[in-house]
């Protein structure tokens, strides 16, 4: 599904995906109405402007991402400010492309995004998990009810070290001598395990015990 509140730049990209062999299932012009048909639509990935009327791409993540866990979004701006592309990864965004990217690198993010690996412009990425390093630092109160960290298997947790130095799926498969698809089965059941919903979550938990540096 394709968000985007200019018209000749959505149906293009629309077109674009559509003549790479990509269903697009829906697009929208705004916020509310990319929520709606989000939902109506259900599509496996959203590519999402950030600056949208009625209702920002973040605030569109935030609404959609938590009640859909199977969904990805890769988000495709003409801002490469850090604050933004920080802010949309912490709403839920798979990816961030900037909007000068070559039609290749679109369809070829789209393609990864839907296989769950996170899709940054040359230089977001590093930013990206230097702002997880600077959170995992920060100290996090103690609840004194805390529970009991649930138990990882040693091929969970070994997938999710890889997970938090920034490797792909395909990657993590390449380096474990495993499929793709048993890679992705991991990261499920260790999202499922602790009760968390995406990719950059799990990231940041990874880090924050330090496995990143493993």
């Not at 990319?34 to 959203?46: E, G, S, T």
């Not at 969904?71 to 701006?77: A, K, N, Y």
């Not at 965004?93 to 412009?121: C, H």
């Amino acid at each position: 599904m394709v968000v985007d509140d200019h018209p000749m730049w959505r149906d293009a990209v629309a077109r674009d995906l559509a003549e790479s062999g990509f269903d697009v299932v829906a697009t929208a012009g705004d916020g509310p109405q990319a929520v709606r048909r989000a939902k109506a639509a259900n599509p496996d990935v959203l590519v999402l402007d950030l600056n949208l009327p009625g209702m920002p791409g973040v605030q569109v993540c935030k609404e959609l991402v938590p009640s859909h866990p199977g969904l990805r979004v890769l988000v495709l701006s003409a801002s490469g400010e850090h604050a933004d592309v920080l802010e949309a990864v912490k709403s839920g965004a798979t990816g961030y492309l900037l909007k000068s990217a070559s039609t290749q690198e679109l369809t070829d993010a789209v393609r990864s995004t839907a296989n769950g690996d996170p899709v940054f412009t040359p230089g977001l990425a590093g930013l990206v998990l230097g702002e997880y390093r600077r959170l995992a630092s920060d100290p996090v109160p103690a609840a004194s009810n805390e529970p009991k960290a649930p138990q990882l298997t040693d091929r969970e947790t070994e997938v999710l070290r890889l997970v938090a130095k920034g490797l792909s799926y395909k990657q993590i498969a390449e380096r474990l001598v495993i499929s793709h698809r048993t890679v992705q089965n991991h990261v499920q059941n260790t999202l499922g395990k602790l009760q968390l919903h995406n990719r950059v979550e799990l990231v940041r938990y990874a880090i924050e015990r330090g496995l990143d540096d493993v």
